[in-house]
């Protein structure tokens, strides 16, 4: 099992909410995840406005990196849109290095 690393806060429950969405997200090819890093920001201070940011970086088995960022109003909404893009770009990397595998590349 992966391990994943949050920054930027010490709210539970926005560790627990980017735990299980990262979890969730990569479970289907955590073989292939050797770690997560996530970094939450709050670009803005106190100020409104879409300014919370999450970056997350998976270190995967012999490939590069995938990094996703996403920045919204709300820090809750920005770890689950970045998390639905690393399980689709995971997945991304996971078919075309299937396929690249078997020859149908």
Do not use: W
Not at 79 to 97: C, I, L, N, P, T
């Amino acid at each position: 099992m992966f391990e994943i690393e949050v920054h930027g806060t010490s709210s539970t429950a926005l560790l627990d909410h980017a735990n299980l969405k990262l979890t969730s997200a990569l479970n289907q090819h955590s073989a292939s995840v050797l770690h997560v890093s996530v970094k939450l920001e709050d670009l803005n201070g106190r100020s409104k406005g879409h300014d919370k940011r999450c970056h997350i970086t998976v270190k995967v088995k012999h490939d590069d990196p995938v990094i996703v960022e996403e920045i919204d109003d709300d820090m809750y909404l920005a770890v689950s849109r970045a998390a639905d893009r690393v399980k689709q770009v995971v997945g991304r990397h996971h078919d075309k290095k299937m396929a690249k595998l078997h020859g149908k590349a």
